[in-house]
């Protein structure tokens, strides 16, 4: 069973650029929750999808979106970066809607200069 | 609007002393608790739950007992082992917000040998 994999590890973007992030989820799961973990805080919820539909969303602002694809597999693009956005994003895939346990990947280090 | 608020660190302890990490929460309705813990360098793991009041949630030596009273989910443990280093985050979700986890800033515990 593969667990879940994010890529890139870590990666140095400046402010007004664009990213995305991407995140495998594990085998059988069909939904994947974004978390932001700014150092030393505890996660934020960015968004949830659900079978390819946003299911859910956190108090970011629009430039903050996503997609799933049909793997389930799913990315989270920012736009306009600001130097806030520097964090650890998380991605968690889950099966039913997030009402199972949330299995999380190792992250990707966003750092906005 | 819900929220986790634990102990802040770092907890430095001597290994095979007793472990208390405060955890307390504030939501309305029926909340699941959780306690995951992050290793250096890896992601968020899942280390016990409890999903209605009174109940213990328990694994690798770690209990956590769910306090509607009190409106708390103490982690202990008895004896703790230098392995045992890491953040720990307490977290809460609920069904009608969408499965979001909600979490605490984190509390970093340091076992010295």
């Known amino acids: 069973e593969t667990g879940v994999t994010q890529s890139p590890t870590h990666l140095i973007k400046t402010r007004g650029q664009q990213v995305t992030l991407r995140c495998s989820s594990q085998?059988?799961?069909?939904?994947v929750s974004w978390y932001q973990q700014a150092l030393g805080q505890g996660p934020q919820f960015i968004f949830q999808?659900?079978?390819?539909?946003?299911?859910g969303r956190g108090n970011f602002p629009p430039r903050f979106s996503g997609l799933q694809f049909p793997n389930y597999s799913s990315e989270l693009n920012v736009n306009a970066l600001e130097l806030d956005d520097s964090a650890l994003y998380l991605c968690a895939s889950s099966f039913g809607g997030g009402a199972g346990e949330q299995y999380f990947g190792p992250g990707t280090r966003l750092t906005v200069t | 609007g819900d929220s986790v608020t634990q102990m802040e660190g770092p907890v430095t302890l001597s290994e095979e002393a007793f472990l208390t990490i405060n955890c307390t929460y504030t939501a309305t309705g029926y909340p699941s608790l959780f306690w995951y813990v992050q290793y250096p360098g890896e992601g968020l793991q899942l280390l016990l739950k409890?999903?209605?009041a009174d109940d213990k949630g328990s694994n690798k030596g770690f209990e956590a007992t769910y306090r509607k009273e009190t409106t708390s989910f103490h982690l202990e443990k008895g004896s703790v082992q230098v392995s045992d280093s890491a953040v720990y985050f307490c977290?809460?979700?609920?069904?009608?917000?969408?499965?979001?986890?909600?979490w605490g800033a984190g509390t970093k515990l340091i076992i010295k040998p």
């Open positions: 085998s059988g799961h069909n939904t």
């Open positions: 409890a999903t209605k």
């Open positions: 999808y659900y079978r390819e539909e946003e299911n």
């Open positions: 977290a809460l979700i609920k069904w009608d917000s969408n499965y979001q986890l909600i």
